[in-house]
Each structure stands twice: as structure tokens, then as C-alpha cells.
């Protein structure tokens, strides 16, 4: 390390870094982030990974951060560089991941004194301002004393609570200035917010309250999302589980937390979810909602009718989230995932459970029979020289390593990816939720990559979003890792198609070949990039082809040709009747739609009115 009497500000930052164990850094070199690129390369062994795109650099450190656990770090430099990491901040923010992002910027005299004027000395502007509503917090080094101390309470931000991204902006001139470890103004680690006594004990009270009534539920139902998953927490909601035998569901972003084929596993409540799943959930008595924040693709378009038998709870870390759900027709309790679960399972243990539980665990199993997921998907769009997404996905539930890490993009690696994608063993699974940005399945799979590189690596992309971070190929190529690229091809933006044959009748403008939007031969692409390449075009090959490829050593570019015309089923789809009326069905109506007497008989009470409207019935309103 540099001597602390010629130590200069970037080497303070450097020395921070490896204090908070800091190993891999995403990082574009440019002329406002130098001096903070030399300090840590003459200062520590910290690995530099050198991205090609600021978004993508933010979006690797995030997939580093879903698989190691630990806070990712992404360097930029001033000016372009800080503007685009910003879709990659936007990214973490939306699904809270722990990312820090250091930004130069230009000299401290500029950032003081112009705070009015649109550019900050030649390339710099106020990118503190800009980056604050997207941050969990966002600030300026604007002393060589302050660098420790900011630093700190990034970091303490970025990993604490409902975690999420901060940034921290170092212009130039103090990355060089020579300072000192004694000139450090030091700050203590941050106080624990004082508890409100009258808030926890009436978080207590709620707490037993709610584990009275799941106990005394016939038909209750957990509903488990990201924010079980730390260590803690996913044991106590395991225990919680096997030992009361509760059935549960899992949101996308928690479809890895357990296996697949777990007895008591009820599918993916969504819009793009399991029919099964979502019959389940409207038949159910009583809901706890723990660590998922109830986005519209996982309740639909009508927040009150989600679980509508049901008495309603939700726990949540973030009180703003819950200010979404009325409180007449929502209990809900601001507290963490862990804390919770660990009050529920006191309270269990000194209660009975309703005895209706192994009937309820019957019934829906029963439904699950009668509506697998292998039959929910439409009729397949028939060609010899194409295949269904489903039809790979379910292969790959087969082939890949109990160990695989999987990122997606969106399209056919998103919908069907997480429709499909059957959890085992320690498999990581994730994609950009929130913000759902195309371009962000490439990079994120390379930062995992970093995180584990010993694990198979899949990414499930397509055409049209492999183009947004199409540069970050070549550091598959550089650092030679064996990742296996899924592009999914079905000609171009599938679902914008759609929505436009729906809504615009059929007048079709950048969606496909043929309405101006294309794509390059993907062989092409692999052979440039040093990848082996396959095209998947046919079920014969799945063996023949797709099995040796997964397991080679070296990068694959797997070509999947698919169907134009192929769409993502099941979904929630708004139906359009003869006069042009449009109607909403409820969540548990997906199409292709089953039936009213078999919607009826599966959820054992008479259907909403609108499954009626939109199938064109008539609707008679019975007493359930």
C-alpha cells in the first residue's frame, strides 16, 4: 500500500475497497476516474474486469452482487460515462440489489461553484442531482477529509435494509490531491434507528393476530418473494412450510429459493403465471404475503380482486410499498422477512393449526393434476424447421447442472424462462424485474460469471435484446468464459407485434423483418467473438445437438429458431367483444381460456362476472 503521508485520495478510496473485501471491479477507463484506476491497480489486488459500456458495467456488478451476496462496484468516469450507467442503476434500484457506483467527474472547483450552468468544466455535469431520485443515495466528495466518511455511509446504505444502489462522484482533482489518514474525518457506524416501543408492540400484537387466523385457516396459502432470501430468513420460511405443511408460492424473483418439485411448491402467481397457481390462490381463505412487493404482472390489474376469499396479509421492510394496499381490505406489517418469520413461528408453536390442512394440500395438488403446465401453453405454431420456447426451456430442466447459474433477458428468456424453468438443487435464477430493460441478460450473466466461475453459466437471450449490449460479447471472448447464449429468434420484438396486431389492427412498424427492423446472422456473430456455435431448429437436435453443447468447455452461441407467430401463453389478456368493448378477465382466467364450467369446478364457487363477459355470456349474479 502507498505510504499515508503521500497518499493521495484515490488511494484512500483504494484502501476502502479492500477493507470491505472488495475483489472484482467493473470498470470503464476514462480521463475523470485515472487517477482512482492507478491507485487501485498500484495498490491492491483487486481484478479490474473492463467493460465496454457503462449500463453493461453497472448491470455485470449486478449480476455479481445476485450470486455472490456481497455489494457489487462499478467505476465510471465523467460526463457520457456516468449518463449511461444510469439505465444499469435504474435496474438495481427497481430490484434492490447492493451496487456502489464510483463517478468521476471534473475538477472540485467546477462541481462548488456551477452548480447553475448546464456543464461542469469540459465534460462534467451534475450527475449527484441526476442520479438522486434512482439511488438510495447519491453524494460528492468535495474534500480531501470527507472521502472516508462518505464512502462509509455509501456503503452502509447500499447493504443495509431494503437494499438497493448508491453513487458516489469524486471529481478529479481530489482523486490526486495528497491527503492523509489522520486528515480523515471519521464518522462512527451509523446509529440503529431508535425503535418506536409503541410501533413494535403493536407490530407484535399484529404479528400474533396474524398467526391466530393462520392457524385457524382452512385454505391458507404463503406467498414467498426476494426478500426471504437471505440465509436466516430462507430456513425460518422453510421451517415454517415443513413443519405446518402450508402450501406455497413463489414470485419470479424467488422461483429459485425452492425446488420445483417441493410437495407443498404451488407454482408462479402472475399474469404470465400458472393457471393452477393463480386457481389456487383465488380459492384460498387466507394469504401472507412475505417479501414481495405485489407488482402488477404478479397481481394483475385489480389489486382488490387478488385472493379474493381471502383474509389478506402482507410484511414488507419498506412502509412505502405498503401504503399501496388499503388497510380495510389489507392487514399489513412493516417489519424485515427474518424478524417476522421468526415471531410467526413462536406463535405456531404454541397453537393448533386447523385440521382441513392435508384436505386443502389435496385439493390443490388436485388442481395442479388437472392443469399441468406442459398443457397451458396454446396449440404449438406447427413447422419443421422450428420449436417452441417451452419445448427448450423444459429440456433444459433436464440438462442443466443442479448447480447452473441462469440470467434472462426478455421475450422468450424472460416469459418462458420464468414460466418454465424447473428449480433443483442450488441453481441460481435471475433477469432485471423492475425495470424488465432489454439488454440486461448479457451482462448480468457476465457478472455472475465473475461471482462463481466455476458454475455452468446459461444465458437465455434473444434477437432483439442481444443487440442492446451486443459490445460486452467480447469480454466473453477476453476472459475466455463458457457461457452458454441462448438467442432465441423468432425475427424480431414478438410481444410489440402483438400488441400492435391487437390494438392498431395489424399496422406493424419496427416489430419484425418486414416492418424495418433486423438482425445479423447469428453464426456470423459467433465466429467473430470466438464462440462454437448450434442452430436448435428441430426436437431431434435437443440431444443430438443441444446436450453437447451445454456441456463443452468453451463459449456457445446456441441458436434457437422459433416461430414468428408464437406467442407466450398462458397470459392475462384483455378480451375485445363484438362492439369493441374491452374487458379484463380476472388474474385465475388465463387465456387460452378453459371453459366456464371447468373455471367454475375448479375454483368451486361461481366465476367472476367478468370470465363471463369476456367469453361473451351471460352473466347471472348466484350466492357463493
Not at 389478506?312 to 417489519?335: G, H, P, T, Y
Not at 400488441?499 to 395489424?506: A, R, T
Request: charged fraction near 20%.
Amino acid at each position: 500500500m502507498a505510504d499515508s503521508s503521500t497518499m493521495n485520495g484515490a488511494d484512500v478510496v483504494a484502501a476502502l475497497l479492500v477493507e470491505r473485501g472488495v475483489e472484482i471491479i467493473f470498470c470503464i477507463t476514462g480521463a475523470g476516474n485515472l487517477a482512482l484506476v492507478d491507485a487501485i491497480g498500484r495498490n491492491t489486488k483487486i481484478k479490474f474486469v473492463f467493460s465496454h459500456h457503462e449500463q453493461a458495467a453497472v448491470m455485470e456488478a449486478q449480476g455479481y452482487s445476485r450470486v455472490s451476496g456481497k455489494v457489487g462496484v462499478a467505476l465510471v468516469t465523467t460526463g457520457g460515462g456516468t449518463v449511461n450507467s444510469l439505465s444499469g442503476i435504474l435496474s438495481a434500484y427497481l430490484d434492490s440489489i447492493p451496487v456502489l457506483i464510483l463517478s468521476g467527474n471534473e475538477s472540485s472547483f467546477h462541481c462548488e461553484n456551477m452548480q447553475d450552468f448546464r456543464a461542469y468544466g469540459v465534460q462534467g455535469f451534475d450527475s449527484k442531482t441526476v442520479a438522486e431520485p434512482i439511488t438510495k443515495s447519491a453524494s460528492r466528495i468535495l474534500s480531501s477529509t470527507e472521502i472516508t466518511a462518505k464512502f462509509n455511509q455509501a456503503w452502509e446504505t447500499a447493504s443495509t435494509d431494503r437494499m438497493g444502489p448508491v453513487l458516489v462522484d469524486f471529481p478529479m482533482d481530489l482523486q490526486r490531491k495528497i491527503t492523509s489518514q489522520s486528515e480523515q474525518i471519521l464518522i462512527s457506524a451509523p446509529e440503529k434507528k431508535k425503535s418506536d416501543k409503541s410501533q413494535t408492540a403493536s407490530n407484535i400484537k399484529l404479528i400474533a393476530e396474524c398467526s391466530k387466523r393462520l392457524g385457524k385457516a382452512n385454505r391458507p396459502l404463503l406467498y414467498f418473494g426476494n426478500g426471504i432470501r437471505g440465509e436466516s430468513a430462507l430456513l425460518k420460511a422453510r421451517e415454517l412450510v415443513e413443519k405446518y405443511r402450508i402450501p406455497f408460492c413463489l414470485s419470479w424473483s424467488a422461483l429459485d429459493l425452492f425446488e420445483n418439485e417441493h410437495p407443498l411448491n404451488m407454482g408462479r402467481i402472475g399474469i404470465y403465471g400458472d393457471r393452477a397457481a393463480n386457481i389456487i390462490l383465488q380459492k384460498s381463505d387466507f394469504i401472507l404475503c412475505v417479501g414481495t412487493r405485489l407488482a402488477i404482472p404478479q397481481i394483475g390489474y385489480d389489486r382488490d380482486d387478488f385472493a379474493r376469499m381471502a383474509d389478506r396479509w402482507i410484511v414488507d421492510i419498506d412502509q412505502i410499498e405498503l401504503s399501496k394496499f388499503a388497510k380495510n381490505q389489507w392487514n399489513s406489517i412493516c417489519q424485515s422477512s427474518d424478524s417476522f418469520l421468526g415471531h410467526v413461528l413462536k406463535d405456531l408453536s404454541e397453537l393448533s393449526l386447523s385440521d382441513s390442512l392435508s384436505s386443502w394440500v389435496a385439493d390443490a395438488k388436485d388442481i395442479w393434476q388437472r392443469l399441468p403446465r406442459s398443457e397451458q401453453i396454446g396449440a404449438t405454431v406447427g413447422s419443421a424447421h422450428k420449436v417452441h420456447s417451452f419445448d427448450v426451456i423444459n429440456f433444459l430442466n433436464s440438462a442443466m447442472h443442479d448447480d447452473s447459474i441462469v440470467a434472462t433477458d426478455v421475450g422468450a428468456g424472460l416469459l418462458t424462462g420464468h414460466y418454465a424453468l424447473a428449480a433443483k438443487g442450488t441453481q441460481r435464477i435471475f433477469t432485471s424485474q423492475g425495470l424488465g430493460e432489454m439488454g440486461f441478460g448479457l451482462p448480468g450473466a457476465i457478472g455472475a460469471h465473475f461471482a462463481d466461475p466455476k458454475r455452468q453459466l446459461i444465458c437465455l437471450n434473444t434477437d432483439g435484446a442481444i443487440m442492446f449490449n451486443l459490445q460486452e460479447l467480447q469480454l466473453v471472448k477476453h476472459h475466455k468464459i463458457p457461457m452458454k447464449l441462448f438467442i432465441f429468434n423468432n425475427d424480431g420484438y414478438t410481444m410489440i407485434k402483438i400488441s400492435q396486431q391487437n390494438l392498431f389492427e395489424s399496422r406493424v412498424s419496427g416489430s419484425d423483418i418486414d416492418s424495418g427492423i433486423s438482425f445479423p446472422l447469428f453464426s456470423d456473430l459467433a465466429k467473430t467473438f470466438g464462440f462454437e456455435y448450434c442452430l436448435i431448429d428441430n426436437l431431434k437436435s435437443f440431444e443430438s445437438v443441444l446436450r453437447p453443447a451445454l456441456e463443452s468447455p468453451e463459449a456457445v452461441l446456441i441458436e434457437i429458431k422459433m416461430s414468428p407467430d408464437q406467442r407466450y401463453l398462458p397470459r392475462l389478456a384483455t378480451s375485445k367483444l363484438a362492439d369493441g368493448t374491452l374487458v379484463s378477465p380476472p388474474l385465475e382466467d388465463l387465456d387460452p381460456m378453459i371453459s366456464i364450467e371447468s373455471l367454475k369446478d375448479l375454483l368451486g364457487y361461481q366465476p367472476h362476472a367478468n370470465s363471463f363477459k369476456s367469453r361473451g355470456l351471460p352473466y347471472e349474479q348466484r350466492q357463493n
